[in-house]
């Protein structure tokens, strides 16, 4: 499983040049099912370039523009390790491929920009977790959902923490003590070392410079995201790691115990006894201050309002219906946006995914709801920083 970040979000919003491929597709991990998802994603290929010409892409040039996506098809490795979804995404820039914990309707999008829409749940939470497994033999990250829990292939994280404990070389501060005076024979020079700490604490420090070396590389998968990470191990361990720690939104509470003599299914269990409290507190608070801040200027529903302000930067919280489209174009250079009865036209889009996108990139909140769940009668809304 591969994560999603900001990062991934900035890169294909940098990369919309020319015709942009969006395809989605269901994938098997196990069984004689897995031959299927290679086929599938010919079939899929096969459909953007077909929208392609009758966008007057001459054939070849849709042939080349597709040519890294239709190499996968002949890639063994690749479709040994896969998950429960996959996301292609194809510009004439980059091709950008993501195996996801979601198993996606199949779908092919070509437009002037990448269609994030089935992504949006993993950029604003909706439930989502880390967890960080600490043993002895092994240190997993996995990712979560409410339904959902299944690791993430990490090449940042460094080895198991026995096995970095067994190699690391610990200096040690040691001072020569030569006492002539007692001296045990003439001539003999009597040395004596004095080490800093007993064996307590020389484990303790020794777990601690891991736990940075394990923050570092943790930061290069969830650095900017704004999502929980739960810790599970056995208990002397979090104190530890938390003293490590950069990451910003790690749970107060952790899974005690080793965590290879848990189930996936009972891990993710007990995350979900921490993280479902979280979402809900979270999202109750802000409704809250949305309702508080009506009639200030500081909350609107007013898609026009919110739209242009989540680009600016200017939406601290924003509330938006999953399955509801709000159609309509917007010019970032004057702040415009028009509204329109459904999809087509020039530079028409789905304002919704715009604004929950640039909330996301600008370090605000985003809450996915219902319609019926949604303050007020809309399809968005949100909280203004000023």
Known sequence: MDAFTKDDVKNLLDNETGWCVSIFLPTRRTGPETEQNPIRLKNLLQKAEEALISREMRRPDAQALLADARALLRDAMFWRRQSDGLAVFISPTLTSVYRMPVSFEELVVVNRDFHLKPLLPFLVGDGRFYLLALSQKSVRLLEGTRDSISEIEADSLPPSLAEALRYEQVERHLQWHTPAAEASAPGARQAMFHGQGGPEEGAKNRILRYFHVLDEGLREVIAGQNVPLVLAGVEYLFPIYREANSYPHLLEKGI???????????????????????????????????????????????????????????????????????????????????????????????????????????????????????????????????
């Open 256 to 386: 005690p115990g080793n965590p290879e003599e848990l189930s996936a299914q009972e891990l993710h269990r007990r995350a979900w006894e921490l993280v479902g409290p979280y979402y809900d507190r979270a999202r109750e608070e802000a409704l809250e201050k949305y309702q508080s801040l009506l009639g200030t200027g500081l909350a609107s529903a007013d898609p026009r309002e919110v739209v242009a302000g989540a680009y600016y930067g200017r939406v601290e919280s924003l509330f938006f219906a999953v399955n509801c489209h709000i159609w309509g174009t917007f010019d970032p250079r004057s702040g415009e946006v028009v509204l329109t009865s459904g999809p087509q036209g020039e530079g028409v889009e789905d304002l919704s995914d715009l604004a929950t996108i640039h909330t996301i990139l600008n370090q605000g909140d985003a809450y996915p709801a219902s319609q019926e769940d949604m303050p007020e009668a809309c399809a968005l809304a949100a909280i203004f920083r000023y």
